[in-house]
């Protein structure tokens, strides 16, 4: 049976970049398949220091965040990470299997580490073997990410071909990545080369989920552009990528496509078209937002759905992970 598996760390705050690229993708999902969805609170913590009451607070405004953009709790297993020890387990595994070479190529973890690299820690170098145990031990088979996730599903892939060719099993299905949408990637407002994310601090270069109406009106008004009038054809944004990218979330957020947003707007400035924008963003991520906030208010609810989809993880994870220790001989 197919089965999706994906996550979203809870460093910060919940962003547009995850909305688009990922979290609404998966509403359009879960029908049609077994749907997985987990607050990633281990891959949280690659990065010190974190503070453990914000990272509870954290984990279930993501959780709060799926439920808010329609994610049904009694369709889909939602839950958080750690709540399931058998992601660990298999982890320590596939530490034995992957190679620190695969590793060595990650992009995601030379951006992430920085210049300092002796001193990122061993989890985060770790992260695309935890990412890979969090998709396998459910034997998930389609995972639905932005575009920035790529390098890491090719690793998990590696890791499950070569867990199977190791022991001459065929236990580990492949997963395939599933990017979709017409926002694969957003990129900061602020900065049209650098990808909206929670650890970038930048003033006015994230929309976050739970912004009020005259925050995310405000972002948008300071979104950084050209001083071009807004073109016909998409080729003619090729080399403005501010430009290319407010468009592409606008499709975005209307449910439409490039194309059909410069087909409107082609022609107008910038100024005409980020009043448009603004309303439309408010009258998209306003209600998600503030439910979201009821729903964090009281943390009764979240909590239960948290408990109950842990429970549901492990009853799904804990036969995989006892025969692949099997497998290995343990
Ligand atoms: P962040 O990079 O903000 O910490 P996560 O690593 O938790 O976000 O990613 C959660 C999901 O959101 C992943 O599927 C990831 O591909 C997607 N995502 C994160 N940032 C963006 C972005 N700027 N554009 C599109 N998708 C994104
Ligand atoms: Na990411």
Redesign the pocket.
Known sequence: MNRIF????P??NL?L??Y????RNWVQLQRDYNSIFCV?DM?AITIPPHDPAELRRATREVAAGMIASGIDPDECIIFNQSAVPAHAELTWIFNCVARIGWLNRMTQFKEKAGKNRENATVGLYDYPVLMAADVLVYKGTHV??????KQHLELMRDTAQAFNSMYGVDFFPLPEPMIFGA?????SLRDGTK?????DTSEYSRINMTDEADEIAQKIRKAKTDPHPIPETAEELADRPEARNLIAIYAALEGSETDAVLKNFAGKGFGDFKKSFAELAVETLGPIGSEMKRLTEDTTAVDAVLKKGAERAREIADPVIREAKEIVGF
């Not at 926002?183 to 990129?187: F, G, L, P």
């Open positions: 994906s996550g979203v760390q460093t910060g962003h970049g995850n688009l690229g990922a979290i990633v891959h639905p990410v932005g575009d920035d996730q926002a694969t990637r957003v990129m990808k909206m994310s929670k650890s």
